[in-house]
């Protein structure tokens, strides 16, 4: 099992350049999520899925949009870059909601 | 006002001592659920420990062991004999069963464990 992965690894954007990060699970885990971390702030939920075709904003949904097509991919969009958004993000998933989460690598994003 | 609070931004320790690391938590739901998880340097989130609130007794894993102090909504990490590998980030973590389930984090405690 390759347990969550997500792509890419790094990615650097300009100012108002669109991108998705892929975030998949082979555990057929029913939720997953996006979270980001910057410095001294923890993690910070910014969409969460509870299962295929649904979605719900967490705390710092504003400038990123979702979708969970199939039950083992969460797509994470950003329609217009901001510099704001320079952040790590990682994605993870849990069998239902009051288990552990399992966590992607992250994803290094660097918005100028 | 955060749900978890980890107050302590940095500890140090001497590698085979014991180690507590601090959280508190707020929440006026009777049923939640509290995950402690680490993050080495090279950036992986690894789950620890889960404590129910209806545990009756505290959870532990191995060398980890969580202090659940219920009254003073306290649940302290407990690393026994520490290891040089168990230096990484650590976050408190809560889920509240009356709202939406999904789990807030606090803003982690940095452990570095000395030789």
């Known amino acids: 099992n390759a347990g969550v992965t997500q792509t890419p690894k790094f990615r650097v954007l300009k100012t108002g350049q669109s991108m998705t990060l892929l975030c998949a699970q082979d555990m057929n885990h029913e939720y997953m999520y996006w979270y980001r971390q910057d410095p001294g702030m923890g993690l910070r939920l910014i969409h969460y899925s509870v299962g295929e075709g649904t979605t719900a904003k967490g705390e710092v949904p504003d400038g990123y949009n979702v979708s969970r097509l199939k039950k083992q991919n969460f797509l994470l969009g950003l329609e217009s870059a901001a510099p704001s958004q320079t952040s790590v993000y990682f994605c993870?998933?849990?069998?239902?909601?009051?288990?552990?989460?399992?966590f992607g690598p992250g994803t290094r994003l660097t918005v100028t | 006002a955060q749900k978890i609070t980890q107050t302590q931004p940095g500890m140090f320790v001497q590698e085979k001592e014991a180690v507590t690391l601090d959280c508190t938590y707020d929440?006026?739901?009777?049923?939640?659920?509290l995950f402690w998880y680490k993050q080495p340097s090279s950036g992986e989130m690894i789950f620890l420990i889960y404590q129910g609130s209806y545990d009756q007794q505290n959870a532990t894993e191995g060398r980890y062991s969580l202090n659940f102090q219920k009254a003073r909504k306290s649940a302290n990490l407990v690393i026994s004999a520490s290891q040089l590998g168990d230096s990484a980030m650590y976050f408190c973590a809560m889920r509240e069963d009356g709202g939406s389930y999904i789990p807030t984090f606090g803003r982690g405690t940095s452990l570095i464990v000395h030789p």
């Open positions: 993870a998933s849990s069998r239902e909601a009051d288990y552990e989460q399992y």
């Open positions: 929440t006026s739901d009777p049923s939640y659920g």
